[in-house]
């Protein structure tokens, strides 16, 4: 069983532009979640979505926007970059059911210059 | 408060035990996990309980919950190298019919000398 695939692994961009990030859940998982991770701030929940929606949204500005396919795929966004956003974005993959399991990607590194 | 909250460091002798400790904060019924994360890496679910369990074993992983006190701990019997990490607790908050959000702590950086 394959596990949570997120592309790209790495991924250089330049203040002000934008960039989408893409998470594959396990198969079955209608649930992803996306975290980002710095070394200031730790882990913070950006947003999940659940059936296409999003059930839950943290404290990020609007440039911070995802979404959900019918096949479960879900990709981030993130708009007008700024030096700030350089992190490791994680995505977590669950079924769905409240308090099961949630099982996270490798992540995306993405670096602002 | 409202902080998931870990000692930073943790450094062990290989072959003895590690006991990583954690203070949550929902009172109520929820679910809690320990995460591993290695250098460069995601973060690896190592086990996850709830709250009305006192207290989960897995091979040489055991969780001990304390509810009075919101303290959860995991303890790993017969520490290796290859357990040097960092190591997250995290509690779901914020639930409804999907999994909810993860508060996580800032993580305990095990460290384990041959």
């Known amino acids: 069983k394959a596990g949570v695939t997120q592309t790209p692994r790495y991924l250089i961009k330049t203040r002000g532009q934008q960039v989408t990030l893409s998470c594959s859940p396990i198969?079955?998982?209608?649930?992803v979640s996306w975290y980002q991770q710095t070394p200031g701030q730790g882990l913070q929940f950006l947003f999940e979505?659940?059936?296409?929606?999003?059930?839950n949204k943290g404290n990020f500005p609007g440039r911070f926007s995802g979404r959900q396919f019918s096949n479960s795929r879900s990709e981030m966004n993130v708009s007008t970059l700024e030096l700030g956003d350089s992190a490791l974005y994680l995505c977590?993959?669950?079924?769905?059911?409240?308090?099961?399991?949630?099982?996270f990607g490798q992540g995306t590194r993405l670096t602002v210059v | 408060g409202e902080d998931v909250e870990q000692s930073l460091f943790l450094s062990v002798r290989e072959g003895d035990s590690s006991v990583i400790n954690c203070t949550y904060t929902?009172?109520?019924?929820?679910?809690l996990y320990w995460y591993k994360q290695e250098p460069g890496a995601g973060l690896q679910l190592l086990t996850y309980?709830?709250?009305?369990?006192d207290m989960k074993q897995d091979q040489r992983l055991t969780v001990l919950l304390n509810k009075k006190d919101k303290h959860l701990s995991l303890r790993i019997a017969d520490t290796q190298t290859g357990d040097s990490a960092i190591y997250f607790c995290?509690?779901?908050?914020?639930?409804?019919?999907?999994?909810?959000?993860?508060?996580f702590g800032r993580g305990t950086q095990l460290t384990v000398w041959p």
């Open positions: 929902d009172s109520s019924s929820t679910y």
């Open positions: 977590a993959s669950s079924p769905g059911q409240a308090g099961t399991e949630a099982f």
């Open positions: 198969s079955g998982h209608r649930s």
């Open positions: 979505y659940f059936s296409e929606t999003q059930r």
């Open positions: 995290a509690e779901i908050r914020n639930r409804g019919s999907t999994l909810g959000r993860l508060y």
């Open positions: 309980i709830f709250s009305n369990m």
